[in-house]
């Protein structure tokens, strides 16, 4: 007898980029403290740092250098972007992240990428790491609004014909969730990424997963 697949309750997953897919809040908060230094600000603590992943660009290095003036804002954000292209080959994705994703497309599930990157950033991120063709649509910072603004997954919604109750995003931050909850989709945390676990009780996320195999296995029977 072969073993029944659930039935999905999802047809659009989107998947947050850094802290949830791709090991980088480490180097990420390092960057904008570089940054911020390169600059003349106070360097952050690593809790203001990461508390600003998954921000569009200008938004996060404003919120995380309030000492640095709005006129200095270009070159910080120039800094950061060289920071991180020294740091991009370091770069990995979670372990088991790939076979999650492959088990979610042979389920039949719809994938997305809803991130705080840029465009170039995240079509260059796809390429590294040799995801093309395992996402069917994205949406980046600077092409639409940033998080927590539900803007992202209005667009995603719209463009595969989904209701919302039918999308499930995931991600490492209380901004990724904040944006499912204001656009009535269902949200998953994972704790293993830039914002402790504990912060997301507020918006209400159907789970809290503390690691990719995990996050799988809540996948496999409640997606």
């Known amino acids: 007898m072969t ?13 947050d980029w850094d802290g949830t ?3 980088s809040t480490a ?15 106070e360097r952050p603590s690593d809790l203001a740092a990461s508390y600003v992943i998954g921000m569009a660009l200008p938004q996060a290095l ?7 003036p709005p006129e200095r804002y270009p070159e910080l954000g120039l800094r950061y972007r060289y920071h991180y292209a020294r740091h991009q080959d370091d770069l990995v994705l979670f372990d088991g992240v790939l076979p999650l994703l ?8 719809l ?21 093309r063709g395992m996402f069917d649509g994205s949406r980046t910072a600077d092409e639409t609004a940033g998080k ?15 209701p919302p109750e039918r999308l499930l995003m995931v991600g490492d931050t ?34 809290v997963a503390h690691s990719v195999a995990d996050l799988a296995a809540w996948m496999e029977q409640c997606a």
């Open 62 to 68: 404003a919120h995380a250098a309030p000492d640095v």
């Open 21 to 23: 897919l791709f090991d």
């Open 174 to 207: 209380t901004h990724d969730l904040q944006m499912a909850q204001s656009a009535g989709c269902d949200s998953v945390g994972v704790s293993y990424g830039a914002h402790e676990g504990s912060a997301f009780a507020a918006f209400a996320p159907r789970y």
């Open 148 to 162: 927590p603004h539900p803007l992202m997954l209005q667009e995603l919604l719209a463009e595969f014909g989904v």
């Open 111 to 131: 994938l997305a990428v809803a991130t705080g990157k840029s465009r170039r950033g995240l079509d260059e991120a796809l390429h590294s790491v040799q995801l």
């Open 3 to 15: 073993d029944r697949l659930p039935a999905r309750r999802y047809d659009l997953i989107a998947f």
């Open 102 to 109: 492959e088990r979610l497309r042979a389920r039949g599930h």
């Open 27 to 41: 180097i990420i908060v390092r960057c904008i403290q570089e940054a911020v230094c390169d600059v003349g600000g």
